[in-house]
């Protein structure tokens, strides 16, 4: 009934327990964009349905494991993912249900940072669409926020995703450097940089996460996710700027 989509590359500290915890299902995809690290090997271990595919961006690997899934249903989860007991048991309950009015749902997201569940400033519970019938879906072709489109009614179910983010600051900074830089490429086309922005634009990121979203009630864990919010927007300005610039001379 379930298929499990797995995108990955370079997660060999990631992708077993992310295995580990989808045992469950019918079928597990794992497309990996050309490791270079023991990811492959590893994902081996617990499926034998694990393709190798260059790395084009986010959107092109989900619509490549999308295609090569075989069951009804598709649970999508990224390397650094598990997915909770709970949430796989709400999920054969609906399957197994007579009332399938759904043909997909948002799942809420528990993100861990440096060990700690961030519960304020926007991150919890983070609604993901990840499961959903496949006849229905079909991925956006974004840069960065890429997902899924469903011609259907969708449900929230109520388990969570579990999220490890990072485990380091320097871990986190790598990932802010190619975040940004997609969300730069994608912006630069509909957005003229001005001064205001790279000044004002951050500033407001960390007064809306941190005070009015409450990331100060998660202390100094909160205060260190909405410093990243504010190097992120910084970047993600900066570097569109500098697109843009290049774009002139």
Same mark, same amino acid.
């Given at each position: 009934m379930v298929s499990v989509n797995i995108i990955c590359k370079n997660e060999e500290q990631n992708i077993e327990d992310c295995l580990k915890s989808v045992l469950w299902a019918d079928e597990i995809i794992v497309v990996d964009g050309e490791s270079t690290d023991k990811t492959v090997e590893i994902a081996g271990k617990f499926t034998d349905k694990v393709y190798i595919n260059k790395w084009e961006g986010f959107a092109s690997? @989900?619509?490549? *494991? &999308?295609?090569?899934?075989?069951? %009804?249903? !598709? &649970? !999508?989860? %990224? *390397? %650094?993912? @598990?997915?909770?007991?709970?949430l796989k048991d709400e999920i054969m309950a609906y399957l197994n249900s007579n009332n399938k009015i759904y043909k997909g749902f948002k799942l809420p997201r528990r993100n861990f940072f440096l060990g700690k569940w961030i519960k304020h400033g926007g991150w919890y519970p983070g609604y993901q669409f990840r499961f959903f019938r496949k006849d229905s879906t079909i991925v956006s072709d974004r840069l960065v926020h890429e997902g899924y489109v469903i011609d259907g009614e969708i449900g929230t179910m109520k388990n969570d995703i579990l999220h490890y983010t990072v485990q380091s600051i320097s871990e986190f900074m790598h990932k802010v450097n190619g975040y940004s830089t997609l969300q730069a490429e994608e912006k630069s086309k509909r957005h003229n940089v001005k001064f205001r922005d790279i000044l004002l634009r951050p500033i407001a990121s960390f007064y809306i996460q941190f005070f009015v979203r409450g990331g100060f009630r998660d202390g100094i864990h909160g205060l260190m996710v909405a410093n990243f919010d504010v190097i992120t927007n910084m970047l993600t300005y900066m570097k569109i700027w500098e697109l843009q610039n290049k774009e002139k001379e």
């Open positions: 690997q @989900r619509s490549f *494991a &999308l295609g090569k899934s075989t069951k %009804d249903w !598709v &649970l !999508v989860l %990224d *390397a %650094d993912e @598990r997915c909770s007991p709970e």
